[in-house]
């Protein structure tokens, strides 16, 4: 006898029953059997907790594993940081130049919004007066990502 | 003159259209339908056309390619050899009946297509083709939110329901007559998954198997217009709106211990889903180990091909006249319809509670697709979820419900089997 039907007979139903029952010819004298209704309604209750509690199971590991693998990661990242910073003890010449790339990088998502406007707008009688960024995805990302999603 | 008479009448009373019947031009012209949904439809072609050339095939007269006669333990009965321990020679041997086919009569007696059954009937076809599943599934977004098993889980609700109607409906005498092992084999259409429910059917009720088969996966290939009715009814405007957070990076070293893992635990609870499971698994760790590539590509495309055409082709030619045409075909796709929706709702159902108590971080339409049928049900999330709010992007989120599905599914289809078996 198999760990189910074990945990079948726990949950009250009547194991040799259902085995009886497999045995039976035809649904007409299943049905007939006095066990039939228990035996079904345990059955199907069982399977669907014996479904969760697996899942569940798997859900514990798993999110064990995760938080493992999080912490071990977050380590990992805070060791690097560490010594990424006792290497790098030079620090006015790199932000100037980190500073001006940013200026830079600025400048240039300027340039191509001034020219998608132009573009747009066919002549060059406009003036831009603030370039704010919002938050979250660009509207060129979403363009982008609601292109690549519309197959599916 | 005498020898070219006779030749043609042999010719003409061996011909096929001797042999036809109204059920056999019922069977011939349904098949026909089945091409059409294939064809011009695409309703999942790859299966669908082997199975509707399948039924074509068996169902024309004197073909020999199938034999139903051979699949039955009452007309092909096995006679077990019992052996005297004290006798050396094995004179005095005894014959016991035994319910299990004679397979030796298979192999002597048997068509192509009854070759090719065999990989039904042992069990080989559903779990060659999860190997294929397994190494093409990627589990990152399962690994990354583990909740996402709970959905999975709640999707099969649709299978135990439907066991449930299945029986109830012998009760009400309305007809149908399921044994309890029909009633399982017609309920795990809900799992939405073809593999798992050709693996649980030919082993409970293979005179079933051609029903079960097209009507799950024509149930597969219409999810897209079964579950948004139901996704909308049971969700508010502001719940389908909910954006969910990005989710974490998985590590390689998680990828590789998923599949060992799942395959452990499901196996030492349920070991009669190890064959779907295991196998499942194995596929996804050939792919994650990153060092089988050519096997992963194998397994991915020429094997899962070549197992396909046999499925299909094979699943197609049980459905025989005699075991098709019947009130029963028409209460499989009844119920079959009714495990689909049922798994849909509880699948959502879930969804909301998880979004109640999460706080409204969880999207509730991607329960949905917890039935499995991997990845159509996660694209209706994505499509169902981006009509309310366009920038709204669910699919990676509800891949880890659907391919918990999967998983759901064949543990579902294990604890039946065990308990049934």
């Keep these: ?152 | 003159m005498e020898i070219f008479t006779s030749t043609f009448k042999g010719l003409f009373e061996s011909a096929g259209f001797i042999g036809l019947d109204i059920k056999n031009i019922i069977m011939i012209l349904l098949s026909f339908v089945l091409f059409y949904l294939a064809i011009k439809k695409q309703y999942e072609p790859l299966l669908m056309l082997p199975i509707a050339f399948g039924m074509l095939l068996t169902n024309l007269p004197f073909t020999g390619l199938y034999h139903p006669e051979l699949w039955d333990p009452a007309t092909n009965p096995y006679f077990a050899p019992t052996y005297n321990a004290n006798d050396v020679n094995n004179i005095f041997v005894t014959f016991t009946q035994e319910t299990s086919l004679d397979y030796g009569r298979v192999l002597h007696d048997g068509g192509l297509l009854d070759m090719l059954y065999l990989g039904v009937k042992l069990q080989i076809y559903p779990p060659l083709i999860f190997l294929g599943i397994g190494a093409m599934t990627d589990f990152g977004p399962l690994i990354a939110n583990p909740k996402s098993f709970l959905l999975g889980a709640a999707a099969q609700g649709g299978i135990f329901f439907t066991f449930l109607g299945a029986c109830l409906l012998n009760f009400t005498g309305l007809g149908g007559g399921f044994t309890l092992k029909e009633a399982a084999s017609i309920a795990i259409i809900g799992g939405a998954d073809g593999p798992t429910a050709i693996y649980l059917t030919s082993q409970l009720a293979p005179q079933l198997l051609g029903s079960i088969a097209v009507a799950a996966y024509s149930y597969m290939a219409l999810v897209p217009v079964i579950q948004p009715p139901i996704m909308k009814l049971l969700t508010t405007e502001k719940e389908r709106a909910v954006k969910m957070g990005q989710l974490r990076e998985v590590s390689k070293i998680e990828k590789i211990v998923f599949p060992i893992a799942v395959t452990v635990i499901v196996s030492l609870i349920v070991p009669t889903a190890a064959p779907l499971v295991g196998i499942l698994m194995f596929g996804n760790l050939m792919k994650e180990s990153g060092v089988c590539d050519r096997l992963v590509k194998t397994a991915q495309n020429e094997l899962m091909n070549i197992i396909t055409i046999f499925l299909g082709v094979t699943v197609g030619a049980t459905a025989v006249a005699s075991n098709f045409l019947s009130w029963k075909t028409i209460f499989i796709i009844i119920l079959g319809l009714i495990a689909f929706c049922v798994g849909t709702a509880c699948g959502v159902l879930l969804g909301k509670l998880m979004y109640v108590i999460s706080g409204h971080k969880i999207n509730p339409l991607i329960g949905s697709a917890g039935v499995s049928a991997v990845p159509m049900a996660a694209r209706v999330s994505q499509k169902v979820g981006s009509q309310t709010n366009p920038s709204n992007f669910l699919l990676m989120h509800a891949m880890g419900p659907n391919v918990a599905g999967v998983i759901g599914s064949a543990v579902a289809a294990g604890v039946l089997l065990s308990v049934l078996g």
């Design chain 1, 1 to 152: 006898m198999n760990a189910l039907m074990m945990l079948l007979e726990s949950a009250g139903a009547d194991g040799g029953a259902i085995e009886r029952l497999q045995n039976l010819p035809d649904a007409a004298s299943q049905l007939a059997d006095k066990d039939y209704w228990s035996s079904v309604g345990i059955l199907a209750l069982t399977g669907i907790l014996v479904v969760f509690l697996i899942l569940a199971i798997l859900i514990f590991f798993f999110w064990l594993m995760g938080t493992i693998f999080k912490a071990i990661n977050r380590s990992h990242a805070e060791n690097k940081a560490s010594k990424d910073a006792a290497k790098t003890e030079k620090p006015a010449a790199p932000v100037a130049v980190q500073a001006e790339a940013a200026v830079d990088d600025e400048e240039e998502i300027i340039a191509v919004i001034s020219a998608a406007i132009a573009a747009y707008e066919g002549d060059g009688n406009f003036t831009i007066r603030n370039v704010v960024k919002h938050g979250g995805r660009s509207a060129w990302s979403m363009a982008g990502l609601s292109d690549n999603m519309r197959q599916f």
